[in-house]
């Protein structure tokens, strides 16, 4: 057998520098050929730059061109596209070739895997590589790359410049400006009142100093401030606040933000914007502002007051108290979550289930408690305070207040004013009425949740006696409402002098006296 080959003769390698400007991508380019040389056009972002060329390496030899593209294509990352042009392809060996791009850097970084095997036409993403900067004592200017670069400023008043990537900038001593550009960056300006410019992206802002400022623009992604000092509000066009350190206190925008505390007593509030703010540990006071807010107290014993709008108010553990201002203000506790307390601005509120206590606030008129044992309280107004299930205590202060202890052995105290203890049923009955003015305050009590043939119009006198022993005169089948002067209780015997037994009503305090007239018949 009669074989015949051809050794390439030894190339020699170009070295070409097409346009100008600050940034050089450099490849390193060589062919397979044995006859003739592969010839390729390359675009930048789409751009062609120096018309057809021509490789003259040898592969084979481990030679290579050097092609140096210069131009000013700033950040962000950028196409190179190598189209070869004259491959026969099918042809004798003699005739068919193949283009390589044996490495690529730019701006003197290596780009990771920079060696390609360019057939007809293919596409290189050029990926810049990391870089870390650091300056010195004086002022430092120090500006990154495209890629995620870690830049620290050290002493001095820095500039620090991230451009694209995921940067971490990290100013140090001095009055520094750090701008992050493109990406999800990371600004700590360190020590002195430093400016922090985010840019595009998810950035995260760490403020230790009241003089730090913090730059965002609108749409510039979700971003975030780390704040250690106390009363930082956030900048405009920043989503998140968190506390962190000593801080213990901090403030939103008119966005809707993100406000997280720590394990201090937090003060937060969070202004315009639906917010949603989280107290964590520590005995927090938090305040929504406008817009339609959610409150987490968590630990500790908060103070959540959602604002205008219908808000949310979530407890959490600990003794709790919840301001409500809006009927569409929603308040949710646990079962084991504390003694827990709203304060009420509303006209008529009842209890969210697991709270404790109610108090009536400015311009409130009514309040009813839950199943627990309640504290109602009312305020200057003529109140209406009803106990409902449980067994509650209620108490009216200034106001002509109506009480209803409902369900259970309650305790009601009217306070200042003409006030009245309604009883709609036997069931409510069983209560002590801690103040009783005769004359004054008065006895409701419902004909028909009564019985006994009571009626509406009826003279009291008639179905009343005071007397020691608490029994009935009454003749049988006639009920009758026997006060027992020395206990200071009020019986109901529903069937007068006949065989059941009589009801306590009410026990009052000793030594009070109790009338006909005080009692009042309501239907």
Do not use: C
């Amino acid at each position: 057998v009669t074989a015949s080959f051809q050794v390439p003769a030894k190339a020699t390698s170009l070295d070409t520098t097409i346009g100008s400007g600050p940034d050089a991508l450099v490849l390193k380019v060589s062919e397979d050929a044995w006859n003739g040389h592969a010839q390729y056009t390359v675009k930048v972002d789409g751009a062609p730059i120096g018309g057809t060329l021509t490789a003259a390496a040898s592969h084979a030899l481990g030679q290579s061109d050097t092609l140096t593209l210069k131009g000013a294509w700033g950040t962000g990352a950028h196409t190179v596209e190598v189209s070869f042009l004259n491959d026969a392809w099918g042809g004798s060996a003699s005739t068919d070739r193949n283009l390589h791009v044996d490495g690529i850097a730019y701006n003197g970084q290596a780009v990771p895997d920079g060696s390609f095997v360019i057939e007809r036409t293919d596409t290189v993403g050029v990926a810049v590589p990391a870089t870390a900067l650091t300056g010195d004592a004086g002022n430092n200017t120090l500006t990154g790359t495209a890629a995620a670069d870690t830049i620290k400023g050290l002493g001095g008043d820095d500039r620090l410049v991230g451009l694209a990537g995921d940067d971490t900038l990290l100013g140090g001593d001095g009055s520094d400006t750090l701008e992050g550009g493109d990406g999800n960056d990371q600004l700590d300006g360190g020590t002195g009142a430093d400016r922090l410019v985010g840019g595009n992206g998810d950035d995260v802002y760490t403020v230790d100093h009241l003089g730090d400022v913090v730059a965002e623009v609108a749409g510039g992604g979700t971003d975030r401030v780390v704040a250690s000092v106390s009363g930082y509000t956030l900048a405009a066009n920043v989503e998140r606040l968190d506390l962190d350190g000593g801080a213990t206190a901090g403030n939103g925008n008119e966005g809707a933000n993100v406000i997280v505390g720590n394990a201090l007593d937090n003060a937060l509030q969070g202004k315009g914007g639906d917010d949603q703010i989280f107290g964590n540990l520590g005995n927090d006071s938090l305040w929504g502002g406008n817009g339609n807010d959610v409150l987490w107290g968590g630990d500790g014993n908060d103070l959540l007051d959602g604002g205008a709008g219908a808000d949310s108010l979530i407890g959490g553990a600990g003794n709790d108290s919840y301001i409500v201002d809006n009927a569409g203000d929603v308040v949710v506790e646990t079962a084991d979550g504390g003694i827990d307390r709203v304060i009420s601005r509303l006209s008529a509120i009842t209890l969210a289930a697991n709270v404790e206590r109610l108090d009536l606030s400015t311009g409130a008129v009514s309040g009813s408690g839950n199943e627990l044992n309640n504290f109602i309280y009312g305020n200057d107004l003529d109140n209406v305070l009803r106990g409902l299930a449980g067994n509650d205590k209620l108490t009216g202060g200034a106001g002509n207040d109506t009480l209803v202890g409902g369900l259970g052995a309650d305790t009601l105290e009217g306070g200042a004013g003409a006030d009245v203890f309604r009883f709609d049923s036997l069931a409510e009955a069983g209560d002590r009425i801690t103040e009783f003015a005769p004359g004054t305050d008065a006895i409701e009590v419902s004909v028909a949740g009564f019985g006994g043939k009571l009626a509406l119009g009826m003279d009291v006198a008639t179905r009343f006696v005071a007397n020691t022993t608490g029994l009935a005169t009454a003749p049988a089948g006639t009920g009758q409402f026997v006060y027992e002067t020395d206990a200071a209780k009020l019986w109901w015997d529903a069937d007068g002098a006949g065989a059941a037994a009589p009801v306590t009503v009410a026990t009052f305090a000793p030594g009070t006296t109790l009338h006909a007239g005080d009692i009042h018949l309501i239907g």
